[in-house]
Each structure stands twice: as structure tokens, then as C-alpha cells.
């Protein structure tokens, strides 16, 4: 369900969450301009986006696997 409000949502809140641990200057902002991309995606049928969410997911998991794998080869 991490995907489920889109990929815009997630990436605003993942900035917000690095401010909030001083990662990132409390004025910092994404060099990305999402707007014509999140209006493409609100413009999607809810099952359509139900499919985007669980392929987001699906790679999500598939990198999270490769890194934990590439982790053990190099230790």
C-alpha cells in the first residue's frame, strides 16, 4: 500500500520526513517538477492506478532483494 496515493505522494513525504531529521535545510525542495506527471496519474481509472501501485511495489521489492543479495557477495 506504500504506492497506492502514487509515487508523487510518496517522494513529498520522504522529503518531508528529511527535513524533519535534519537531513535536508528545513527550505529545501525537489529539483523535480512532478506537476504534469501527478495530473497524468490523477487522470488514471483507480484500477489502473491499483496496477501502477503494485508494479512501483514489485520493482521496489525486486531492488530491495538485489541489494540485500549484492551486500552478502561483497561481504
Given at each position: ?10 517522494r ?9 531529521l535534519?537531513i ?5 525542495t525537489?529539483?523535480?517538477d512532478d ?27 525486486m531492488?530491495?532483494?538485489m541489494?540485500f ?7
Amino acid at each position: 500500500g506504500m504506492y497506492d496515493d502514487g509515487p508523487f505522494v510518496l517522494r513529498k513525504k520522504r522529503l518531508e520526513t528529511q527535513r524533519q531529521l535534519g537531513i535536508l535545510p528545513l527550505d529545501a525542495t525537489s529539483s523535480i517538477d512532478d506537476t504534469a506527471s501527478e495530473e497524468e496519474w490523477n487522470k488514471l481509472t483507480s484500477t489502473k492506478k491499483a496496477y501502477s501501485a503494485k508494479s512501483m511495489e514489485i520493482y521496489a521489492a525486486m531492488v530491495d532483494r538485489m541489494d540485500f543479495a549484492l551486500g552478502r557477495v561483497l561481504d
